[in-house]
């Protein structure tokens, strides 16, 4: 290994694996989950007025009936050209595997529950030491705001367990709220636009230095190209503050990406997308491409 990679590789402390947690994993993991809504499909219905001459007619209508719960499993395969997330880049493959459990349902009205808990497993091929084990909890209330065309407000509360491979030693605990205004519109058939804004004060970290609130803006354009085939553009500009560390980034993420739906229950996808951080401290200043692909199975009852 040269001098410089050494150098870069050095950098990728504790703190390195839980900004590639934050960041890069999060945005990715964008276009490879499907977003938390509960889901109602089109179900066949026999006609009580079925005409025996022709035989059962069956009726396609849209139920009422509410899909909130899913499970899901999925991996995703990703090369990065900055592993680390240091100014001297140093590129890897990485394998993330997991599993989640979510749960999304109306309440009355305009309100809407949500909760989910997710674990999933990251394993580099050169640089074994930036391994760890990612566990995610969600619970929160959604509310559609009518009398702001529709608008909708996501209040959540977030804990997210970083440790060491094989459920090892601790290298965070994270306890977080959030709240984000989002708006979509449909543009055209097949396509809609989404833009919002969150932030996300951090209440407590372990160890204390992880410490960091995170403020941003986002959009994204969403075309469904043909019945199985779908594409995304998306992007996203944050501010994010680490108190304990005199720490202030400015993080830019865009990101493109195309699924394709096997059957109701799997899909492929592709995605890449790059990133640049702008920090007060240049130990913190990088850019980074990650592109990957993934298979998703999912199961909704």
Known sequence: MSALHSTALA???????????????????????????????????????ANNEFGDQVLIVRQAAWEPWRFEISTNGFYTDNAALAPTRVSDFFMQSGAGLSYNNRIQGPWSFEASLRQDFIRYERYNSLDFDLTKFRTGLGYKADWLGGASFLLRYQFDHLSEPGFGSRLLDSHSVSLSLIKSWKVAKGQRLFMGLSTEPNLAATPDLALRHQHAAFAGWSMRLTQNLSARVTGRAGYNVSPNLDRNDWHYVAAVGASYALSEWASIGLTTSITYNRSNQDAYNYRNVLSGAYLGLELNY
Do not use: H, N, Q, Y
């Open 11 to 49: 950098a990728a402390t504790d703190d390195a694996r839980v900004d590639v947690a934050r960041d890069s994993l999060r945005f990715a993991a964008g276009l490879t989950d499907p977003t938390s809504d509960g889901k109602k499909k089109l179900k066949p219905i026999a006609s009580t007025e």
